[in-house]
Protein backbone atom coordinates (compact mmCIF):
# COMPACT_ATOMS: atom_id res chain seq x y z
CA UNK A 1 0.00 0.00 0.00
CA UNK A 2 0.84 3.60 -0.33
CA UNK A 3 -0.13 6.77 1.56
CA UNK A 4 -0.55 9.71 0.00
CA UNK A 5 -0.75 13.33 2.88
CA UNK A 6 -1.17 16.53 0.90
CA UNK A 7 0.17 19.79 2.38
CA UNK A 8 -0.17 23.34 1.71
CA UNK A 9 -3.34 24.54 1.47
CA UNK A 10 -4.69 27.68 2.63
CA UNK A 11 -6.75 30.65 2.18
CA UNK A 12 -5.61 33.35 -1.15
CA UNK A 13 -6.71 36.20 -2.64
CA UNK A 14 -7.16 36.51 -6.08
CA UNK A 15 -3.36 36.58 -8.36
CA UNK A 16 -1.79 35.01 -5.69
CA UNK A 17 0.71 32.10 -6.06
CA UNK A 18 0.43 28.31 -3.68
CA UNK A 19 2.32 25.52 -3.40
CA UNK A 20 0.52 22.32 -3.01
CA UNK A 21 3.27 19.28 -1.78
CA UNK A 22 2.37 15.38 -1.17
CA UNK A 23 4.26 13.23 0.64
CA UNK A 24 4.12 9.21 -0.53
CA UNK A 25 5.00 6.76 1.76
CA UNK A 26 4.66 3.04 1.96
CA UNK A 27 7.12 -0.10 1.80
CA UNK A 28 9.55 0.73 -0.99
CA UNK A 29 8.35 -2.49 -2.91
CA UNK A 30 4.54 -0.08 -3.24
CA UNK A 31 6.39 2.71 -3.95
CA UNK A 32 8.63 1.99 -6.78
CA UNK A 33 5.44 0.71 -8.59
CA UNK A 34 4.01 4.19 -8.61
CA UNK A 35 4.06 5.47 -12.23
CA UNK A 36 1.68 8.14 -12.54
CA UNK A 37 0.99 11.06 -9.87
CA UNK A 38 -1.51 13.55 -10.30
CA UNK A 39 -3.57 15.86 -8.95
CA UNK A 40 -7.41 16.37 -9.19
CA UNK A 41 -10.36 18.27 -6.89
CA UNK A 42 -13.52 18.91 -6.15
CA UNK A 43 -15.17 22.07 -5.50
CA UNK A 44 -18.45 22.22 -3.54
CA UNK A 45 -21.63 20.45 -5.19
CA UNK A 46 -19.29 19.55 -8.19
CA UNK A 47 -17.74 16.64 -8.93
CA UNK A 48 -14.44 15.76 -8.79
CA UNK A 49 -12.58 17.07 -11.62
CA UNK A 50 -8.48 16.37 -13.22
CA UNK A 51 -6.17 19.05 -12.56
CA UNK A 52 -2.84 17.91 -13.91
CA UNK A 53 -0.43 14.86 -14.19
CA UNK A 54 3.20 13.49 -14.46
CA UNK A 55 4.89 10.41 -15.98
CA UNK A 56 7.67 8.46 -13.73
CA UNK A 57 10.49 10.67 -14.81
CA UNK A 58 8.22 13.85 -14.97
CA UNK A 59 9.31 14.37 -18.63
CA UNK A 60 5.41 13.90 -19.92
CA UNK A 61 3.00 16.03 -17.70
CA UNK A 62 -0.51 16.96 -18.87
CA UNK A 63 -2.88 19.84 -17.42
CA UNK A 64 -6.46 20.20 -17.63
CA UNK A 65 -7.66 23.46 -20.05
CA UNK A 66 -8.70 25.41 -16.94
CA UNK A 67 -5.61 25.77 -15.59
CA UNK A 68 -2.61 25.12 -18.43
CA UNK A 69 -0.74 28.05 -18.25
CA UNK A 70 -1.23 29.05 -14.35
CA UNK A 71 -0.23 25.40 -12.66
CA UNK A 72 3.10 23.55 -12.61
CA UNK A 73 3.09 20.14 -11.95
CA UNK A 74 6.53 18.47 -10.72
CA UNK A 75 7.94 15.40 -8.83
CA UNK A 76 10.76 14.95 -6.80
CA UNK A 77 11.59 11.28 -7.10
CA UNK A 78 14.56 11.31 -4.27
CA UNK A 79 11.84 12.34 -1.72
CA UNK A 80 8.71 10.62 -3.05
CA UNK A 81 6.99 14.12 -3.12
CA UNK A 82 4.72 15.66 -6.04
CA UNK A 83 4.18 19.14 -5.80
CA UNK A 84 1.68 21.33 -7.62
CA UNK A 85 2.17 25.10 -8.06
CA UNK A 86 -0.46 27.24 -8.41
CA UNK A 87 0.12 30.64 -10.25
CA UNK A 88 -2.49 33.50 -10.84
CA UNK A 89 -5.22 32.25 -8.89
CA UNK A 90 -8.63 32.77 -9.26
CA UNK A 91 -11.88 32.24 -7.01
CA UNK A 92 -12.78 29.38 -9.24
CA UNK A 93 -9.95 27.36 -8.11
CA UNK A 94 -11.55 27.30 -5.23
CA UNK A 95 -11.30 23.56 -4.04
CA UNK A 96 -10.33 20.39 -2.07
CA UNK A 97 -7.36 19.41 -4.08
CA UNK A 98 -6.25 15.65 -4.04
CA UNK A 99 -3.29 13.81 -4.77
CA UNK A 100 -3.13 10.66 -6.17
CA UNK A 101 -1.12 7.75 -7.94
CA UNK A 102 -1.40 5.21 -10.23
CA UNK A 103 0.79 1.96 -11.21
CA UNK A 104 0.14 2.41 -14.38
CA UNK A 105 0.51 5.50 -17.58
CA UNK A 106 -2.00 7.36 -17.36
CA UNK A 107 -3.15 10.92 -17.36
CA UNK A 108 -7.07 11.46 -16.02
CA UNK A 109 -8.53 7.98 -14.72
CA UNK A 110 -7.78 4.67 -13.15
CA UNK A 111 -6.31 5.85 -10.06
CA UNK A 112 -4.98 3.29 -7.45
CA UNK A 113 -4.33 5.50 -4.37
CA UNK A 114 -5.66 8.92 -2.64
CA UNK A 115 -4.92 11.55 -0.26
CA UNK A 116 -7.27 12.78 1.98
CA UNK A 117 -7.24 16.55 0.27
CA UNK A 118 -5.90 19.81 1.18
CA UNK A 119 -8.24 23.17 0.85
CA UNK A 120 -7.75 26.10 -1.42
CA UNK A 121 -10.11 29.12 -0.94
CA UNK A 122 -9.65 32.01 -3.36
CA UNK A 123 -11.27 35.16 -2.60
CA UNK A 124 -11.62 37.92 -4.85
Known amino acids: QVQLVESGGGWMQAGDSLRLSCAAS???????????MGWFRQAPGKEREFVAA????????YYADSVKGRFTISRDNAKNTLYLQMNSLKPEDTAVYYC??????????????WGQGTQVTVSS
Open 100 to 113: AAARRATWDTNYDY
Open 26 to 36: GRPFSIATIYT
Open 54 to 61: TSRSGGDK
